[in-house]
């Protein structure tokens, strides 16, 4: 490990703290929103409204993912969807001045309480675990027997990740199983970690469905009007941050997306699911490495 010593006073911990907070409180004020009935674009609107008006920049739209959905679905601007009886998982993310801070939990209306306490015991497990000079490998098998502990399966190809600069996903990966490659964690390293449990067999695939896109690159050979337009405003606006369709001003967003997706200039988050009929929990917190283990920002 480096020497040089890593301040966690610094100003880019404050503003990670900073986004944790405010976070913490969305999280809390939109799960209380979510009941059956509700629709999800009004609880997605709420939630990244409240973000900024408590003075956090939203950092990816609010995901709202239902039973075998694990991630990656967000609503359309004239999404009709409503909560049912459902596994509902909504997982958030804020920045400030581009230092993030991101958190997921599950609220649910179909009585399987201890597979939403799987994933939650297993965060736990894990932020018990974590600190410097541990191996996320050892992290990823406390999560996995934990989940193991209560009868289900974590979901091994989605992982926890560092928190960057504007950077929702860099290294160090967090894996919800054992592994024997991954790193030894260092003092100042942010990191969000994200176990999902399951019913079904633990593997997530990509659905049809996408609602959530990244910026590639900041050229873009395209010509037609809109495309340009929506580039502009991904540019400017969103940055290399994940944005939703229904965030785009311009008049045929779907046209846009699919034009710039086809030059790689954008890439794409399809939804990711289990098989249709089984359930997904998940539980996350982002935490800071410290000389004693971690603390958590999104308590
Ligand atoms: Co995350």
């Known amino acids: 490990m480096a020497d040089e010593a890593v301040d966690l006073d610094d100003e880019r911990y404050e503003k990670h703290r900073e986004a944790g907070e405010i976070l913490a409180q969305v999280r809390e004020e939109t799960v209380e929103r979510i009941e059956p009935g509700v629709s999800h674009l009004e609880v997605a609107t709420y ?4 973000i ?3 003075g956090g920049e939203v950092a990816f739209p609010l ?4 039973d075998e959905v694990a991630a990656h679905d967000t609503p359309s601007a ?3 969807r409503v909560f049912g009886e459902e596994m509902i998982n909504i997982d958030l993310g804020v920045h ?10 599950t609220v649910d209306f179909t009585g399987n309480d201890d597979l939403v306490e799987a994933s939650e015991a297993a965060l736990e497990a894990a932020i018990d675990t974590i600190g410097p000079g541990v191996h996320t490998g050892e992290v990823g098998a406390a999560i996995e027997e934990t989940i193991d502990g209560y009868g289900y399966n974590p979901v091994v190809n989605l992982t926890g990740h560092g928190l960057g600069h504007y950077d929702q996903h860099c290294p160090p990966n967090i894996p919800n199983r ?5 790193i030894e964690l260092e003092v100042g390293q942010v ?3 994200e176990p999902f449990a399951t019913d079904g067999g633990g593997k997530v695939m990509e659905g049809s469905r996408t609602e959530i896109f990244v910026l590639e690159r900041e050229d873009a050979p395209v010509r037609d009007r809109t495309s340009r337009e929506a580039f502009k405003q991904i540019v400017e606006e969103f940055t290399t941050l994940p944005f939703a369709t229904r965030w785009l001003d311009v008049r045929r967003p779907e046209m846009a997306l699919r034009r710039l997706l086809q030059h790689e200039v954008i890439d794409s988050y399809p939804v990711l699911k289990e098989d249709e009929g089984c359930l997904v929990s998940q539980r996350e917190h982002t935490v800071i490495i410290t000389d004693d283990g971690a603390e958590v920002t999104t308590r």
């Open 47 to 50: 939630a990244e409204d409240r």
């Open 191 to 193: 990191v969000a970690i």
């Open 178 to 182: 054992a592994v024997e490659q991954g």
């Open 78 to 80: 004239d999404d009709e």
């Open 52 to 54: 900024r008006e408590l």
């Open 63 to 66: 995901n709202i993912s239902i």
């Open 96 to 105: 400030i001045d581009g230092w993030l801070a991101d958190t997921a939990i």
